[in-house]
């Protein structure tokens, strides 16, 4: 029987009404399509997340909000994850951490890459604080990723446009999660 294609989810984590957060998962979904994943793109927004709610810890998985559990059946479908992330404050949107706390088992030991964007920076301050708290979900960051700085001016009509590189830059990130996304499901229970 032919082996599955990995379930990657591109995921817009800006929940800001107006975002440049869709036109750059559209593009990054766009470059996953074709690559070696079964690819999905969601937005945050569409799971409605309020601030964290749920009475009993995360890692017992004892859901009692709809909302949880239509996100936990979300994100436990995915064998890896692109984040695509802006930044806020030099750090991950608000949106994203709670997002991520919602759910432990659903995130352990899978990968995650990141498309981020912001003025200056690119959202690199943010991403590295994402790796961070990413890592005591189990997760695995990858090394490779796309940066886009001054993400407002590589916008043409609402699409994204960029050079060569950074769709370059984009085949090394997706070629690395699809090497560890077939790995580590060895280690799921
Ligand atoms: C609350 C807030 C804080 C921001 N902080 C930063 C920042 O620290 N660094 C940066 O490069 N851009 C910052 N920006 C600019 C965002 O990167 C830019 O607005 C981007 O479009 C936000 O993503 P979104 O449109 O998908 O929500 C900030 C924007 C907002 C709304």
């Not at 599955?4 to 470059?31: D, E, F, N």
């Not at 790796?131 to 916008?155: C, N, R, S, Y």
């Amino acid at each position: 029987m032919a082996e599955r294609p990995p379930v990657l989810h591109t995921i817009v984590c800006s929940t800001r009404p107006g975002r440049v957060g869709s036109a750059v998962g559209t593009w990054a979904h766009a470059a996953a399509a074709h690559g070696g994943f079964d690819a999905r793109l969601l937005e945050l927004a569409d799971f409605a997340l309020p601030v964290f709610d749920e009475p009993e810890h995360p890692r017992l998985g004892r859901y009692q909000h709809e909302h949880t559990k239509r996100w936990s059946a979300s994100v436990a479908s995915a064998d890896a994850f692109v984040f695509v992330m802006p930044e806020y404050n030099y750090a991950p949107p608000p949106s994203w951490l709670n997002a991520m706390t919602y759910l432990v088992r659903e995130w352990q030991y899978k990968p995650a890459a990141f498309v981020s964007y912001g003025a200056l920076s690119g959202g690199m301050r943010s991403v590295q604080l994402a790796k961070q708290i990413m890592t005591t979900f189990k997760m695995v960051p990858m090394l490779e990723g796309v940066v886009l700085p001054w993400v407002a001016q590589k916008l043409e009509n609402g699409r994204l446009a960029v050079s060569a590189d950074t769709d370059a830059a984009a085949r090394a990130m997706l070629d690395e999660l699809l090497r560890w996304a077939r790995v580590l499901p060895a280690l799921r229970g």
